[in-house]
């Protein structure tokens, strides 16, 4: 039988879940908008600055910060790069409001980017980009964002409940307002209901119900699922983004799957088949260069083509650039590879396609704000800025960018009258406690196996290239693994660190997810970014563009559609000036 639950009750002003560059980001912006004396408190499943997918970003940071660059060319880069799918005012927002983001981390935060040798910060080649406009710090620029802020906000005034799980956003008895959000103290066990006047859920992507992933594996998309359970509608939910080049080291390791940084391709990388030939030209006129969608299944395409089960994958080699060269200019990447047994410098390192990050996520406007009162999404947990596909880059400029419009506007709008502490739908509260007890009424069983069989699953029926037919197969074993999971117990005689416990809230998460993206990856019966289906392999048109929305209705999701709403640019046309160059971009 479930046990009784033991809640403890916390309040505050404003609740950030998260604290990637979304989540650090609000906090420090909520402090100098909201009025004197506001509470903050920032939860964290890990700990602060330790943990999420910001700290993981190796590339850098996309702004436009001059030389011919402008912030009209990479908006219109990241419409091209979203095939005409993105929210434009979203995408617009960010893309401006990177120039200010980026000198903020320069001169407030503590950020130091690389340089040229004239002083000017260092912005390097990524693909499916008119400029080279890619700031950053060697090839570990996220852990020098995550860290600098880490530190500014530590030294401030902020409360922390790190190691604290969320498992459901709680809403108001009618369901018009966030009351507040229940976690699992996962130091204790024990339960923990947060009332907040605003709360901010920023806790990242996670991709991780694919057989080859980027995150790590306690990113689970728990905030899209605590999202679809308080009944918010999700966008482009079949949008996942393969990066190219992810690391194949074996199933031994828990480096496969690790990106290998799309820079490398941008400096002249090659990818090789078993042959040895160069192959991304007969797939794209722009060969390695091309945008990550495009990339992913031309690797994909060619490990098909392939009979050699001991080689799976494709090949990136970096040596005729120069091993000491290379060295120099990755120095991460190459230890990483070195630490892994291949030598990235001089020779040949076998990649894979690997999920990397979530275009789609919770609908918002360009404030953060969602349909329910008091509740903002930012960060991977919030769609639209990006469309069908993200630009290499764009990912950690939309968390810090959208993590300070969030914590600018909480701030702003805790000073609104009806901005007060709610009471919770204590039935709501009580139903999110006897989900997470569930498995303690049941006998243990292997939890890591079926994460396994949905991870199979994901990869070959719902991952890089789809059919209606695969997606249908594959939801039928999402749901088969689904109820298998229900079946599966934990011991619950310690709930202190009970990891076998929170795998199995892992998968619950990743199964409520996987469902949602075969679904929406049924209803859009064409072909857009990161969303290929070979039995529809056209785009449609432009000027019809739809996205998929997903809500859950009672124990099912349902997915309409929705016309693009082109606010600022239509397609076939430009908001670059007349006579601009169609790329800075020298050829390479």
């Known amino acids: 039988m479930p046990l009784k639950a033991d809640i403890d009750r916390h309040d505050t002003d404003i609740l950030i879940l998260g604290t990637g560059g979304a989540g650090l980001f609000a906090a420090l912006h909520a402090q100098q908008s909201a009025p004197p004396g506001t509470k903050i408190t920032i939860a964290v499943k890990g700990l602060v600055g330790k943990c999420g997918c910001t700290r993981m970003v190796q590339g850098g940071y996309n702004v436009a910060l001059g030389n011919g660059d402008t912030v009209e060319r990479h908006f219109m880069d990241t419409i091209h790069g979203g095939k005409w799918l993105p929210n434009q005012d979203m995408a617009w927002k960010l893309c401006k409001e990177a120039v200010t983001r980026i000198h903020e981390l320069e001169n407030e935060i503590g950020c130091f980017f690389d340089r040229n040798p004239d002083g000017t910060v260092h912005q390097k080649a990524f693909a499916g980009q008119t400029a080279d406009r890619t700031v950053h710090k060697g090839d570990l620029t996220g852990i020098e964002i995550i860290s600098r802020l880490m530190e500014q906000v530590l030294a401030r005034p902020i409360e922390r409940l790190q190691e604290h799980r969320a498992i459901g956003l709680i809403p108001t008895k009618d369901g018009a307002a966030v009351a507040g959000v229940l976690f699992i103290d996962m130091r204790t066990g024990k339960f923990r209901f947060v009332r907040a006047k605003t709360v901010m859920m920023g806790t990242g992507g996670g991709p991780t119900m694919y057989k080859y992933h980027t995150p790590s594996g306690d990113?689970?998309?728990?905030?899209?699922?605590?999202?679809?359970?308080?009944g918010l509608p999700l966008r482009d939910m079949e949008m996942v983004q393969f990066h190219p080049t992810g690391l194949l080291a074996g199933d031994h390791t828990r480096m496969t799957g690790t990106v290998l940084e799309e820079g490398l391709r941008g400096a002249g990388g090659q990818?090789?088949?078993?042959?040895?030939?160069r192959f991304m030209f007969d797939y794209d006129r722009l060969g390695e260069r091309a945008t990550r969608d495009v990339v992913s299944r031309g690797i994909y395409a060619e490990m098909r083509k392939n009979n050699d089960p001991d080689q799976v994958g494709m090949f990136i080699s970096m040596s005729h650039l120069g091993p000491d060269n290379v060295r120099k200019k990755f120095t991460g990447m190459v230890k990483r590879c070195a630490d892994s047994g291949f030598d990235l410098a001089g020779g040949k390192v076998e990649v894979v396609?690997?999920?990397?990050?979530?275009?789609?996520?919770?609908?918002?406007?360009?404030?953060?704000?969602?349909?329910i009162e008091g509740l903002y999404v930012a960060g991977e947990?919030?769609?639209?800025?990006?469309?069908?596909?993200?630009?290499?880059?764009?990912?950690?400029?939309?968390?810090?960018?959208?993590?300070?419009?969030?914590?600018?506007?909480?701030?702003?709008?805790?000073?609104?009258?009806g901005?007060?502490?709610?009471?919770?739908?204590?039935?709501?509260?009580?139903?999110?406690?006897?989900r997470?007890?569930?498995?303690?009424?049941?006998?243990?069983?292997?939890?890591?196996?079926?994460?396994?069989?949905?991870?199979?699953?994901?990869?070959?029926?719902?991952?890089?290239?789809?059919?209606?037919?695969?997606?249908?197969?594959?939801?039928?074993?999402?749901?088969?693994?689904?109820?298998?999971?229900?079946?599966?117990?934990?011991?619950?005689?310690?709930?202190?660190?009970?990891?076998?416990?929170?795998?199995?809230l892992n998968l619950a998460s990743l199964t409520e997810v996987s469902e949602v993206v075969a679904k929406a990856g049924l209803?859009?019966?064409?072909?857009?970014?990161?969303h290929f289906r070979e039995d529809y392999p056209e785009p449609g048109e432009f000027e019809t563009s739809y996205f998929t929305v997903a809500r859950k209705n009672g124990d099912d999701v349902e997915v309409d559609r929705e016309q693009v709403q082109f606010t600022i640019v239509r397609p076939g046309e430009t908001i670059l000036p007349e006579g601009e160059p169609e790329t800075l971009v020298g050829a390479s």
Request: aromatic share 4%; charged share 25%; proline share 4%.
């Open 436 to 504: 997470a007890q569930r498995p303690f009424s049941k006998d243990p069983g292997n939890v890591q196996a079926l994460r396994h069989k949905l991870q199979e699953a994901m990869w070959e029926d719902v991952g890089v290239m789809r059919t209606g037919t695969g997606m249908r197969r594959g939801l039928k074993r999402v749901a088969e693994i689904s109820e298998e999971l229900l079946q599966t117990g934990v011991d619950s005689s310690n709930l202190a660190f009970n990891l076998t416990w929170h795998d199995w």
């Open 271 to 277: 990818l090789l088949n078993h042959q040895g030939q």
């Open 219 to 230: 990113k689970t998309m728990d905030g899209l699922a605590m999202a679809l359970r308080i």
């Open 353 to 371: 396609p690997t999920a990397h990050y979530f275009m789609g996520g919770v609908i918002v406007d360009p404030d953060t704000r969602t349909e």
């Open 419 to 434: 901005m007060v502490l709610r009471d919770p739908d204590e039935t709501v509260l009580a139903a999110e406690i006897e």
């Open 381 to 417: 947990d919030a769609g639209g800025a990006h469309g069908s596909n993200r630009l290499g880059g764009n990912g950690v400029a939309n968390s810090t960018v959208y993590g300070g419009v969030a914590g600018d506007t909480m701030g702003r709008d805790l000073r609104k009258p």
């Open 523 to 530: 209803a859009r019966e064409n072909s857009r970014g990161a």
